[in-house]
């Protein structure tokens, strides 16, 4: 019995089916090629993690912000600082042909409101020019000394836009928000609400440096401000303030731009991005905090930054990191070349909300792990198809071969000459062991009872132990007894052995030994 419990053995030990491995293999591969693939991607750039995708947008998003800042404050300084040039010549002018000095214009409003109004043309012309919303100058007189703290009082204009609208700024409304009646009446302008006849240089930030600057150079004397409240109102500005000289050197005032918080919000939307809306400030920077209290807001759009508190700055691989403690986000930051009246450096910042990167990073990975699961499901689908198809031709091969029919080509010609030789082997060249086991299997089975020999045919023709009851019509019990007494006539341990021979027998078309026919 040894070759035949090797053979079992062999059959037990054989493994997954050609079909099977076939399959495994295939989907190896497509495992292989698409991790290949991923880090070709991802050595390429093409696939990259997505706060490295951040760093990337950002990076090119705060080079638009530093530019169109800076751009924006350049641009202001260099129309005011020619304004300033133009309203000292023309100071120099009037009071050569009013024939009195500087200080004369103290405590004489005629002469002040007149002007005022010779004045308003360079200063309504560089308000149509700039981008801003607003243009002032201020003269170190006033038209009342008497008055309490009229030191710190300014003859001047302030010509502001009203009811600010993103249009261009031939379309706005200019409104005077300081002068003199006179001067506004004649001009044809009107007041402000909040309209007082003369700048309160007390409430202008850097405005008694700006006077009291002695440099050579003009531009050395300009000075920004950090976002502060116009005096009066409920708005908050920008401010910048240029020194106004005369023909000998001498500073008599100071002029400037102003831009509103509405100015600066309409000015510089938010740029949406795949990590949510990118945000533009420009903002004063004291060490590690960036201090919202102080800087202008662009739109804000999709977060809930507001110009209040500070940020505390923390540098990361990718990107930068802004968070108050309640709020965080991500972006970059660049110093202005912009000289400020307390020295606090302004910097242009570009931000993302922390919360919307997460969003779009959490649904970056559930859409690449949702991609790579269809791509393998498919990829198993095809794989499946591919081997059963490749097995189908021989499976129906080898199914001829056990069956004595006319073999059917596989297509694969190494297979099919194995199928071929095995075909054409001579009846009864089996080795001499295993026919003489043949044998005397056969002869054991003559010894068979009429129902057993019902039950081994039962067996023959596929069924189980389980069908036994069912088809003799016999109790599960009845069958256990028949199947030992199969077993101890045949001489075999278990239905494995039992089917072992049986397939023995139909392999080389003598089954019907087995049944005495």
């Keep these: 019995m040894r070759p035949i419990r090797e053979a079992i053995q062999k059959k037990r030990a054989a493994g997954p089916s050609m079909g099977l491995r076939l399959l ?3 989907f190896i591969m497509v495992l292989l090629l698409m991790a290949a693939i991923l880090s070709t991607l991802m050595a390429t750039g093409v696939l990259s993690h997505p706060a490295h995708q951040l760093s990337g947008t950002l990076d090119i998003q705060q080079r638009n912000t530093y530019a169109a800042l800076d751009s924006q404050m350049d641009a202001l300084t260099a129309q005011s600082m020619a304004m300033s040039e133009k309203l000292g010549k023309e100071l120099d002018v009037f009071l050569a042909a009013k024939g009195i000095a500087f ?23 560089t308000l149509g ?21 009229a030191e710190d009082f300014r003859a ?27 001067t506004a009446r004649s001009l044809q302008l009107q007041m402000h609400n909040r309209w007082n006849p003369e700048l309160n240089a007390a409430l202008i930030p850097g405005s008694d440096q700006v006077t009291a600057y002695q440099g050579a150079r003009l531009a050395d004397g300009c000075l920004w401000t950090k976002r502060t409240e116009l005096p009066d109102t409920w708005e908050q500005v920008m401010l910048l303030c240029v020194p106004i000289l005369d023909g000998g050197g001498t500073v008599r005032g100071f002029c400037g731009a102003e831009i509103s918080d509405l100015y600066f919000s309409l000015s510089h939307n938010t740029v949406p991005s795949a990590f949510g809306n990118m945000l533009t400030l420009a903002a004063p920077i004291d060490g590690d905090s960036l201090l919202l209290s102080g800087a ?11 110009a209040n508190g500070i940020l505390h700055i923390s540098d990361g691989k990718y990107y930068t990191t802004y968070s108050d403690g309640k709020n965080t986000y991500l972006g970059r930051h660049q110093l202005l070349d912009a000289a400020t ?10 931000l993302v909300p922390d919360g919307t990167f997460r969003s779009y990073e959490t649904g970056s990975q559930i859409a690449w792990f949702l991609g790579a699961v269809l791509f393998l499901l498919a990829m198993l689908v095809v794989a499946t198809v591919l081997s059963r198809q490749f097995v189908k031709p021989i499976n129906k091969s080898l199914a001829a071969v056990r069956g004595g029919t006319e073999m059917v080509a596989s297509g694969i010609p190494e297979i099919d000459e194995l199928l071929a030789a095995i075909r054409d082997r001579p009846t009864g060249t089996l080795p001499p062991d295993v026919e003489a086991r043949l044998r005397g299997f056969a002869e054991r089975a003559s010894t068979l009872t009429g129902t057993e020999r019902t039950i081994l045919q039962y067996y023959m023709d596929g069924y189980t132990v389980k069908d036994i009851p069912e088809l003799a019509c016999i109790s599960a019990s009845t069958v256990k007894t028949h199947n030992r007494n199969l077993y101890r006539k045949l001489e075999v341990d ?5 089917k072992v021979y049986i397939e023995l027998f139909a392999s080389c078309g003598r089954s019907s030994e087995l049944l005495n026919k």
Excluded: H
């Excluded at 200080?103 to 012309?125: C, F, G, Q």
């Excluded at 302030?158 to 009646?181: K, N």
């Excluded at 009246?341 to 570009?350: E, H, K, Q, R, S």
């Design 24 to 26: 495994l293999y295939r």
């Design 103 to 125: 200080d004369e214009l103290n405590n004489n409003p005629d002469t002040i409101a007149e002007l005022e109004k010779r004045l308003y043309t360079p200063l309504s012309n």
């Design 129 to 149: 020019a700039a981008s801003c919303s607003g243009i002032f100058f201020g003269l170190n007189v006033t038209a009342n000394t008497s008055l309490p703290n």
């Design 156 to 182: 001047g204009l302030y010509l502001r836009y009203s009811g600010l609208q993103p249009t261009v700024a031939s379309e706005q409304d200019v409104i005077c928000f300081r002068g003199a009646a006179e």
């Design 296 to 306: 202008m807001l662009g739109a804000t759009d999709g977060s809930r930054l507001t």
């Design 341 to 350: 009246w307390d020295g606090i450096p302004l910097a242009a910042v570009t």
């Design 494 to 498: 278990s239905f494995d052995e039992l």
